[in-house]
Structures are given as structure tokens and as C-alpha cells.
């Protein structure tokens, strides 16, 4: 008998164990899938809900470890495209990442079971300020903020010009939050709790939502600027094929035939991505080889050298191959583009060799002058991770 008790107790822990991963798991596609598809942005809303389930009845430990799982789950579906630069540098950054979501589980356990009201505000404060640390500490890492999986939710939105990315953040885990408590209450039948967690939503999210449909409702008339013609050219080379030898003169070629392409349409300024000449750039005169026959503006990324530096580097080139402006990058990706803290921890070098790109001095500001007219614009460039910013 004893036996048996002890078998039943060990098969429901395995089961209590395999609901909380999965809690885990799906708590992490459901905030997965709207970076990956925009249109699905609700999903963000109650993305939480099931790992806030989990917290019934856990102890901190166990809380915090659920967190921390979820949160691997999540950023390893968010930024598996480092892989191809790095896999222990992508190991090292989703562990580090997690930890966020850990101390996010760490810190508000202990009010799960308080009935306050003001633990509707709390939660999504302690999410904001762990946003808020995550885009400045160690570099700064501000991907995938919860805010961001919004983007075409656009009535709502509307209040980051108020709030930033940190606004919709909020309101998206209080959403989260109170669909929680309002079940709990519903379940041990609290009305009068279940009424004041509504009205407390509502206070945030009515506002938002009108100040959305206001600011939508304006007419905004772009026709009195002056126009100039700009062509954007994606090569769309895979990570993977970037930077071997054979396939450079292929990704060149390629690059070379969509832009003669685009200069029939005579723009004013041609767009190439990020590090789209598959080579180290060392002088001028490679590049005056490459681009004597383009007879356009163009805007190109590229990996240039100098005095032994590598910098990830935007150039601005005329139709005579004449040089207008370099700008060199930033703010680098942490582990894709530079090991942080290198002198500090040196072995992180062995796990995650890559060589360091060098931090650029200052922001560049180009000057276009147009082909075909007398217009002239002023702009900067900013390369992949620095949008962010």
C-alpha cells in the first residue's frame, strides 16, 4: 500500500512538473509568435496568463525557475538568428536575458497572493523597469520589448509619443495581470474585487485607446515637401553564404544587375543593406572597381578597415565613385559584433570566438544632393541593432 502511495505521489509530481513546462512553453510562444507575425499582436495581451497560473501555490525558488524557463523559451525563439554569427555567443546572451525574466518572477511572487489593488500597478511597473535596465545595462539589450509586439496595433501604439515603448509595455502586462486576478476573483466569487480590477483597467486602457483614435483621426498633408526619388535593392543573400570566398563575386553580381535595374527609374539615391559587399572594404579603389558603372548615388553597407580596426561601416559614394561620407557604427551587438567585457572575463573569448568590430566615434550626418534637380536633403543612417536605440 505504502508503495503504491509512493508511486501515485512520484507520478503526480512528474505530472505537476510537465503542466508547468508546458505553462512555461506556452506562455513563451504565445509572446513569440507577434514578433514573428505582427498581425497576431493580441496574443501578447494574454501571454502571461499562463505562467501566471503556475504561480499558485509555487514557492519563490520555484517560482523564479519557472520564470527563468520561460524566459529561455522565449528568447531562444526571438533571436535564433544569432546562431549564424555565434551559437555560444546566442547560448550566452539568451541565459543572460532569461535572468530577467527570473528576477520579473523573483520579485513579484511574493504579491501574488495580495489582494490589493495596487498589485495591478506593481507588476507591470517592476516589467518596465526590467525593460527600462535590460536597454541600458551591459551595453543594453532593448529587443523584443513588450510594447514592440504592437506595432500594428496602431490605436494603441499611438501613446508611445507620450510614453515610448515602455507605455504599451505597461499597459500590455497590467492587460495580462488583471485577466489573472479577474479570474482568481471570479473563481472564489469576489464581485466587488473582480468590479474594481475591471475599473482599474479600464481607467488606463479608455484613455489610451481614445487618445489612438484621436490621433488617428488627424490629417496629416506630407504633399507640400519636397520629393526625391530613393531605390532600396535586397540582394536577400543568406547569412550563411555571406562570407564565403566563392559566393563573393555571385552576391556582387547580383547586387550589380538589381541596380542597373533601379537606375532606369533615375533615383535620386540608391539603398544597399548592412554589410552587403561580402568583403573587407580596405581602400578606395576597389571600391571605384565595383561602382564605376553605377551611375546613381549609393548608399551601401559594408566591413571597412583602417590602421588594423575593423568597423561595420555605412558609405555614401556619388555616381563617380568619389566618397561623400563614412559612418561607422555605434553601438554593436553584444557577442554578434564584440565579446563584452573581454579584459574582465577573457575566457569568454574561448567560448565565443569572434573577432571585435570597433565602436565608431560619432554619428554621421550625409548630405544628398539630387541627380536630376536642384533638391538637397540632409540624413544619418542607422545599421541594424542601433534602431533600436
Same mark, same amino acid.
Given at each position: ?10 507520478? #503526480? ?7 508547468? @513546462? ?8 504565445? +509572446? ?10 493580441? @496574443? ?29 523559451? &522565449?528568447w531562444s525563439g526571438v533571436i535564433y538568428w544569432l546562431v549564424h ?38 507588476? !507591470? ?20 520589448? +513588450? ?5 500594428? #496595433? +496602431? ?30 476573483? $471570479? ?16 481607467? &488606463? ?35 550563411? +553564404? ?40 580596405? #581602400? ?5 572597381? @565595383?561602382?564605376?558603372?553605377?551611375? $546613381? ?36 551587438? !553584444? ?29 554621421? @550626418? ?24
Open positions: 500500500m505504502l508503495r503504491k502511495i509512493k508511486k501515485l505521489s512520484a507520478f #503526480n509530481y512528474q505530472l505537476s512538473v510537465i503542466k508547468d @513546462l508546458f505553462s512555461c512553453l506556452l506562455s513563451a510562444l504565445l +509572446l513569440i509568435l507577434p514578433f514573428n507575425n505582427g498581425k497576431l499582436w493580441i @496574443l501578447a495581451w494574454f501571454g502571461f496568463v499562463p505562467l501566471f497560473f503556475t504561480l499558485n501555490n509555487k514557492s519563490l525558488r520555484q517560482a523564479v525557475f519557472l520564470f527563468f524557463i520561460t524566459g529561455v523559451f &522565449f554569427v555565434t551559437l555560444a555567443g546566442a547560448i550566452i546572451l539568451i541565459l543572460y536575458l532569461s535572468l530577467y525574466f527570473a528576477v520579473f518572477g523573483l520579485v513579484i511572487r511574493p504579491f501574488t497572493r495580495c489582494s490589493k489593488p495596487y498589485v495591478l500597478l506593481l507588476i !507591470p511597473s517592476t516589467w518596465v523597469l526590467l525593460e527600462y535596465l535590460r536597454a541600458y545595462l551591459l551595453t543594453g539589450f532593448p529587443w523584443a520589448l +513588450l510594447g514592440y509586439s504592437q506595432y500594428l #496595433n +496602431l490605436t494603441v501604439i499611438q501613446v508611445s509619443d507620450i510614453t515610448g515603448a515602455y507605455g504599451v509595455s505597461f499597459l500590455v502586462m497590467m492587460v495580462n495581470a488583471a485577466i489573472v486576478e479577474i479570474i482568481f476573483s $471570479a473563481r472564489t466569487r469576489d464581485q466587488t474585487r473582480v468590479k474594481l480590477i475591471s475599473a482599474l483597467l479600464l481607467l &488606463f486602457l479608455l484613455p489610451v485607446l481614445g487618445y489612438g483614435y484621436f490621433s488617428l483621426s488627424k490629417n496629416t498633408d506630407r504633399s507640400a515637401g519636397q520629393l526625391m526619388r530613393i531605390a532600396v535593392v535586397q540582394g536577400n543573400i543568406p547569412q550563411e +553564404l555571406k562570407w564565403v570566398n566563392i559566393a563573393q563575386g555571385a552576391i556582387i553580381n547580383k547586387y550589380l544587375y538589381l541596380t542597373r535595374g533601379a537606375v532606369k527609374n533615375t533615383p535620386d539615391l540608391i539603398i544597399w543593406p548592412e554589410a552587403a559587399v561580402p568583403y573587407v572594404l580596405e #581602400n578606395t579603389s576597389s571600391v571605384f572597381a @565595383l561602382f564605376e558603372k553605377i551611375p $546613381a548615388v549609393l548608399l551601401f553597407g559594408a566591413v571597412t578597415k583602417k590602421n588594423n580596426l575593423y568597423y561595420n561601416s555605412a558609405l555614401l559614394y556619388d555616381k563617380n565613385s568619389l566618397l561623400l561620407g563614412q559612418y561607422n557604427k555605434l553601438h554593436l551587438v !553584444p557577442y554578434g559584433e564584440f565579446i563584452p567585457f573581454r579584459g574582465i572575463f577573457p575566457f569568454l573569448e574561448y567560448i565565443a570566438p569572434i573577432g571585435d568590430i570597433e565602436k565608431g566615434k560619432d554619428l554621421e @550626418l550625409f548630405t544628398l544632393y539630387s541627380t536630376y534637380s536642384l533638391l538637397s536633403a540632409k540624413f544619418s543612417v542607422l545599421i541594424c541593432f542601433e534602431d533600436l536605440f
